[in-house]
């Protein structure tokens, strides 16, 4: 799993993140399971958070697969460059949307994630990524 891509901007009157993360298959009979655990930071203040039981329903997965373009043309215009889906025929893309997890303009952000192992679903390998977050209107 790779960060690609955080932007945060405002969609109607919510305050909302939007981070992007590819995940290429290195197996062949790849199967992509979810983890509904996701840790993330903004600033010193760590969260966790488990989607399926979230309250303030403010964290949301969305999968993509090589038809983004077609699905979300507006998404896909956020990665095409930097993302060539026509040269990787099993490719994820794995959208992690913040809705009002803050009101301030950030800067920086951190996610701790893993996707459940193919071959053993009971392991899962999160990753800390440190990103910087864009502004866009």
């Not at 790849?30 to 983890?35: A, E, G, R, T």
């Not at 964290?59 to 889906?85: C, H, P």
């Not at 994820?92 to 459940?116: A, K, P, Q, R």
């Amino acid at each position: 799993m790779d960060f690609v891509r955080a932007v945060q901007f405002n969609s109607g009157e919510r305050n909302h993140i939007l981070t992007i993360f590819k995940v290429t298959p290195t197996i062949k009979r790849f199967k992509l399971i979810l983890s509904m655990k996701v840790t993330y930071e903004i600033g010193r203040e760590e969260n966790v958070v488990d989607v399926q039981k979230q309250k303030e329903d403010n964290i949301q997965i969305v999968i993509y697969g090589n038809d983004i373009a077609e699905k979300n043309q507006k998404l896909y215009d956020l990665i095409k460059d930097k993302v060539q889906l026509d040269k990787t025929k099993d490719v994820y893309l794995i959208t992690f949307d913040f809705y009002d997890i803050t009101t301030e303009h950030i800067d920086n952000m951190s996610i701790m994630y893993g996707l459940w192992e193919s071959n053993n679903p009971n392991i899962r390998n999160e990753i800390k990524y440190d990103f910087k977050v864009e502004q866009i209107d």
